[in-house]
């Protein structure tokens, strides 16, 4: 998840969409979802690219069409981006396919042909005598099986470069897919991917009868850090977390931004006291450096996280231990922070001061 798209699931989203419809209103742009998607990411990154190219257009007194949202959100909105990488490369790759269809086709044809001519050499040879009509047979089929050769030869190359450039597609659509299922900031799965990951853990967890934990992090008072650092302070901090996160993800175990400052994991067949252990581990590490802002060398000492973790029940649905381990979360949260809490058997959902 990009940070506008972080930004426009936070509490400043309402503004944000308020101020983008007053701007529609007063450029005269009908509030379309894609409009209402271009403008709320001009609002929201006011020096980002799109924004920049929606100001420069403004200037120069260009009209606002739909023609013109579905082309700017072809450039700068991620999704729009991402589904084009994905059909630019569904349509070269239905064009190689179609290409070697039809080398295959003309070999075919060319294949038949000689035998054909094979067949009429047969006959020929069988019916004649005469030593010239042998030699002038002989040499057709030398000349025809050269023929063949050479087309043989013309499709083999073909085939191999046809091999190569799906290779390359395959090879691009797998980075178009990872892509879409990574964090930008982190370099971790995204909320998408996490979803995914856990309909599938659950899935796997019910057919072996086997466990699953799941936990949520978040970063302790970290409003208040970013209003009084920035942004780009607040991203140093949340990729610093992130790397101590990943570093304890190896799979099986899977990690994830969920979004924001909040990050989530899965821990496929360990107990409760392994995820705890695993926990406290990231927890220690994380406030035991003191951090200095990248731009100026300032301390900007420690940080804390806090956390919460619970173990599926069988049969539970993914949707079901997240909120069981969102309260437990919660309830870090209310004993102070900087800790770790096992989900109780009862969710509470009250919310965090």
């Known amino acids: 998840m990009s940070d506008v798209e972080t930004t426009l699931r936070g509490p400043e989203a309402y503004k944000i969409?308020?101020?983008?419809?007053?701007?529609?209103?007063?450029?005269?742009?009908?509030?379309?979802?894609?409009?209402?998607?271009?403008?709320?990411?001009?609002?929201?990154?006011?020096?980002?690219?799109?924004?920049?190219?929606?100001?420069?257009?403004?200037?120069?007194?260009?009209?606002?069409?739909?023609?013109?949202?579905?082309e700017l959100a072809a450039t700068y909105l991620p999704k729009a981006k991402l589904n084009e990488q994905i059909r630019d490369a569904g349509d070269l790759l239905s064009k190689e396919?179609?290409?070697?269809?039809?080398?295959?086709?003309?070999?075919?044809?060319?294949?038949?042909?000689?035998?054909?001519?094979l067949n009429g050499a047969a006959k020929e040879l069988d019916a004649s005598q005469d030593v010239g009509k042998l030699k002038a047979v002989v040499s057709g089929l030398a000349d025809a099986t050269r023929r063949v050769q050479k087309e043989n030869k013309s499709l083999e190359t073909r085939l191999a470069e046809s091999t190569a450039e799906v290779d390359r597609l395959r090879e691009h659509l797998e980075q178009v897919r990872r892509d879409a299922t990574t964090d930008g900031l982190t370099n971790l799965a995204n909320r998408k991917a996490f979803d995914e990951e856990l309909d599938r853990a659950c899935s796997e967890a019910d057919e072996a009868g086997t466990t699953i934990c799941l936990a949520v992090l978040d970063i302790d008072h970290f409003k208040g850090f970013n209003d009084t650092w920035g942004h780009q302070t607040g991203d140093q901090v949340i990729r610093y977390v992130a790397s101590v996160?990943?570093?304890?993800?190896?799979?099986?175990?899977?990690?994830?931004?969920?979004?924001?400052?909040?990050?989530?994991?899965?821990?496929?067949?360990?107990?409760?006291?392994?995820?705890?252990?695993?926990?406290?581990?990231?927890?220690?590490?994380?406030?035991?450096?003191?951090l200095k802002r990248r731009s100026t060398n300032e301390d900007l000492g420690a940080i804390t996280i806090s956390s919460g973790f619970a173990e599926r029940r069988p049969g539970e649905t993914g949707h079901s231990v997240m909120e069981r381990a969102d309260a437990a979360l919660y309830t870090s949260k209310r004993g102070g922070r900087n800790r770790v809490t096992a989900a109780e058997s009862k969710p509470d959902s009250a919310n965090a001061a």
Not at 33 to 52: S, Y
Request: no cysteine; aromatic share 8%; proline share 5%.
């Open 17 to 70: 969409a308020g101020r983008a419809l007053g701007l529609m209103e007063r450029h005269q742009v009908w509030p379309t979802a894609l409009n209402f998607e271009l403008w709320t990411h001009f609002v929201a990154d006011p020096d980002g690219a799109l924004a920049r190219e929606l100001t420069r257009l403004i200037s120069l007194g260009e009209p606002l069409t739909e023609l013109l949202s579905e």
């Open 97 to 117: 396919l179609e290409s070697v269809s039809k080398a295959i086709q003309d070999a075919q044809k060319s294949n038949a042909a000689y035998g054909k001519t």
């Open 245 to 290: 996160i990943g570093r304890v993800a190896a799979p099986p175990r899977f990690a994830a931004r969920y979004g924001g400052e909040e990050f989530a994991m899965i821990f496929p067949r360990e107990s409760a006291a392994m995820v705890a252990g695993t926990l406290e581990e990231i927890r220690v590490e994380v406030s035991s450096r003191m």
